[in-house]
């Protein structure tokens, strides 16, 4: 088995390392682990790519590869130059440093480079880690201890399909220690009502006028048995992507309406 691994959190991340443990296991004795990461970290990029400009990729070590560029980016380094002679069999993304659930979903670099490998018809999980008081000082260990078994069993039963938009998966392990987490779940993206980005101005030492972009919340629950909201309870959330943004239910009304 060949598994390609990334991250938005930068090729020196702690969470790739956990990541490319998982990934080895999964892999087996007779399999291939290979990274492409990027050079730098790229939280927030969504499912950008460096549309309007190369990037640098540089060999670290055998099968680990960075590129200066997005989740998205590496993704596509990897299928067309650097495995250029054989696809991988799955991509995994992260593990996130921070939770991708509820809204996160949309702006997470680790969900977009799940999200490419699926539009180039490669099976794609994104993982993310809770993070929070409750999880010890190993940050990751609920990650560690619970990803080769959950991520083997999404690999062999889950729902593969091959559609235009294919099915990927985006996983959240809660923010406790590995002997507190309570199972998996299966789960709809949730939203949490206050963790809008905002902007904070500031001046730099010149007088230049300066905005942060700040995040809301993270520890607001979403919507009951949604993604947030279990993963604040202590469970694994699951949750069944497509990167089709139609919203389906609305075309009938909507015709109806225009008319």
């Not at 659930?101 to 480079?113: F, H, I, K, Q, R």
Request: net charge negative; with cysteine; hydrophobic share 40%.
């Amino acid at each position: 088995m060949r598994i390609l691994i990334t991250n938005d959190d930068g090729i020196h991340a702690p969470g790739l390392e956990v990541l490319r443990a998982i990934a080895e296991e999964l892999a087996g004795p007779a399999g291939e682990v290979w990274i492409v990461a990027p050079a730098f970290e790229q939280s927030g990029v969504a499912h950008c790519i460096s549309y309007t400009r190369p990037m640098m990729i540089a060999e670290h070590a055998p099968r680990r590869y960075a590129a200066e560029g997005s989740p998205a980016d590496c993704v596509l380094a990897a299928l067309y130059d650097v495995l250029r002679d054989g696809r991988p069999d799955l991509v995994l993304s992260g593990v996130n440093s921070g939770n991708n659930s509820g809204e996160n979903a949309l702006y997470s670099g680790t969900v977009g480079g799940a999200m490419e490998a699926a539009l180039q018809g490669i099976p794609a999980i994104a993982l993310s880690q809770f993070m929070g008081p409750g999880c010890g000082e190993d940050r990751f260990e609920a990650a560690r201890v619970h990803g080769p078994a959950l991520i083997r069993r999404i690999w062999e039963k889950g729902v593969w399909d091959n559609g235009p938009y294919r099915v990927f998966y985006n996983v959240n392990f809660p923010p406790v220690t590995a002997d507190a987490v309570k199972g998996f779940r299966v789960a709809a993206q949730g939203y949490r009502t206050d963790s809008f980005f905002t902007v904070e101005p500031s001046l730099s030492p010149t007088g230049r006028r300066f905005l942060w972009i700040k995040g809301g919340p993270q520890h607001t629950a979403s919507e009951p048995g949604t993604d947030a909201a279990l993963n604040l309870d202590g469970f694994i959330s699951v949750t069944p992507m497509r990167a089709d943004l139609t919203a389906h239910e609305v075309l009938t009304d909507l015709e109806a309406a225009l008319a």
